[in-house]
């Protein structure tokens, strides 16, 4: 059965001679390994009919690799039809959602032209996604896919956020004036901008940051969703408000399962029922821990403080030397308090004079004072260097004001991040926003994040990290971890290699795409050092759920990795999801697929449409307006068709909540 997409309005248009009705089949143009991701993720997890748009050639992120970007993609196809093939044969049968549903149809263009996206078949597509690397590209793209077909669900990857909120409006305003009187609702859902960098990034910088937190944001709200340990004997943990996920049961087996997809019974179980939790033993955990506040947007701060204070401008030798000459001049003129029947001002007054050679000499004075201006003079001599060497600090430190900082000496327990490309630059400014110290490393001068990591001071070591002294440069010996995510596998991998070398219980997460390279990967640096904490992250597999999940119309709040497996976290309607819909809380549950963990209270007309984002604060900087969403529920509590929830579910739980969906909408 095909994952129900709630289509816009039909438009009236042109006959199409020759060519099949609305098919609502689903489009995919990029060139890098999102594209591919996010068409396994529609046809092997939605059941949806894909049409899949490759440039030709070689993908030009992997030169190296000898495979063509379409023998790329259906190698991945045909691995993730062996891996359903082989899970539907163990398991129900029944349930499979790519029963009847043909192969992903590949095309070849070197762009979307308007040629090419109608004989992709965007006049009768429900949603198109556009996931190319080049902003323009993608810009230009959903222009033309938008004059085509007004009613076209619109998925468009954009790195510029600004942007991103302007074309999302311009879309939006084309898609209404085409069809006046458009359902706010489906008007809200016909275009969604995302980046796959941001998305990817809170999960790589708590990778970082402690390597067993992970945070989603809900209307100004924090869900912490926390790893732990299995229970020592005799040690009772508190269960926090749920548990959400098991973990492998060779977690501390060297050599054991690496949490993927494949890994079988032995691999993390994704929202296990109580039974389940409490008939596990020597496992670890995900839990829901606690809820918090969070903070209004800020902007990331900069390492060392704001402006130019005196330790930035001015040495450490040079203040003490600064301090030394104050301490003497202090001194002369308590001096000269003593021995003289001055006052404290004409002391004071006196004293300067000699310091700076402006005072007579003390020829009929006595004994005392004239000492006393002799060792002003000394004293003034010494203020002559002081004050030129302070001028020169201060013109240094303006030249190099513009330039990138160096790591400090001393600094210990922070992040190395190497490569500053669109991954590493968001996971910076997650790292900053979160006041973590971080040293970066990168090759290229003219990067991506330079410019950002200058005006943040951000200590930076240019230089390539697979030559010896760099990641010495860095600091390695004293960090606290290791976050590799160049875009190059075997430089993320010799870079890991090495540091783990330099420091064997380094916590490491470094960037795969390759999910066979990842395992063996993951596999030997587990082996190899058992005690430290190492994780493979890939970008694609991180973002492909949110945009597919954005095809289908819904919301995702976040994603989280638990190992190599990936839970979301969606805001849904309760109406029209029978599973859901006159259903208690707890019945409501369903174990391994997806779980109610809050209910937005707010009236309809009064919700905020995007629960990802902070709601307004007011201009006078006042109290932030209270939450909607009420996360103590009662087990009881009966589910109306106006609520909204916030659930956590798999992958498929979620299409499969999508899909039940189509059962109970009325036929046309």
Known sequence: MLGFVPPLPQQPGRPQPGRPPATGHMIVCGDDALARRLA??????????????????????????????????AALFGRMSAAMNRTGAAGNGGNDTNAGVEAVRIMEAPEPSDDVLEEAGVDRAAALALVYDDDERNIRAALTARRLNPR???????????????????LDQAAAVAMPGIDPALLDASTTVLSDADTAAPALAATALTGSSKIIQAEGLLLRAAERPPPRPGETLDPGLCTLALLSS??????????????GAEGPELLPSEETVAAAEGRGTVVLEAISRADPDRPATRMG???????QVFSRRLRWSALGVAVAALSLVVASLLTTEDTAVHSTYLTLLDLLGMNDPAENAPAARQVIQLLSGIAGLLLLPLLIAAVLEAFGTLRTASSLRRPPRGLSGHVVLLGLGKIGTRVLVRLREL??????????????????????????VLGDVTQEGVLEAAKIRRAHALLALTSIDTTNLEATLY???VKPDLRVALRLYDDEFATAVYRTLRTAHPQALTRSRSVSHLAAPSFAVAMMGRQILGAVPVERKVMLFAALEVAGHPQLEGRTVQQAFQARSWRVLAIDATPPADRNPDLAALPPYPPDGGAQPPSGLVWDLRPEYVLRAQDRVVIAATRRGLAELLRRQRSVLPQR
Not at 159 to 169: M, S, V
Not at 250 to 263: H, V, Y
Not at 305 to 311: E, Y
Request: charged share 25%; aromatic share 2%.
């Open 250 to 263: 060779t977690t501390n087996d060297p050599a054991g399962s690496e949490g993927s997809d494949s890994s």
């Open 499 to 501: 540091a783990r070398s």
């Open 152 to 170: 076209l669900r619109l998925v468009i990857r954009l790195y510029n956020r600004k942007l991103g909120q302007h074309l999302e409006e311009l």
């Open 40 to 73: 396994v993720e529609l046809r092997f997890v939605y059941g949806e009919r894909v049409t899949l748009l490759l440039p030709p050639g070689r993908d030009a992120n992997s030169p190296e690799t000898p495979l063509t970007q379409r023998g790329r993609a």
């Open 305 to 311: 403080g704001r402006g130019a204070p005196l330790a």
């Open 435 to 460: 006041d973590i110290p971080v040293v970066v490393v990168e090759e290229d001068p003219d990067a991506r994040g330079i410019p950002l990591a200058r005006s943040m001071h951000v200590p930076t």
